[in-house]
């Protein structure tokens, strides 16, 4: 396991974990964020938004039943 790869997710998590009572101020924030953002960022936003949404709705799944 590489420490870096470890300490990189850690930081992540550490990072979004927020407790339950502030998420509403954590979403404004972001709300906030994302409506100070440049119009090709937001673009670029909204097409990765649609590809994935595309690559989801493709997806097929199947139930592996055990014997």
């Known amino acids: 396991m590489d420490n870096k790869n470890t300490s990189e ?3 992540f998590l550490a990072e979004h974990f ?3 009572a502030k998420q ?3 979403e404004e924030k972001r709300l906030i964020q994302n409506m100070m ?5 937001k673009f670029k936003k909204f097409c990765r938004m649609m590809r994935i ?3 989801l709705a493709s997806a097929k799944v199947s139930h592996y039943k055990p014997d």
């Not at 953002?37 to 960022?41: A, G, Q, T, V």
């Open 53 to 55: 949404g595309k690559m």
């Open 18 to 20: 927020v407790p339950y």
């Open 37 to 41: 953002l440049s119009d090709m960022d």
């Open 24 to 26: 509403n101020e954590v």
């Open 9 to 11: 997710e850690n930081s």
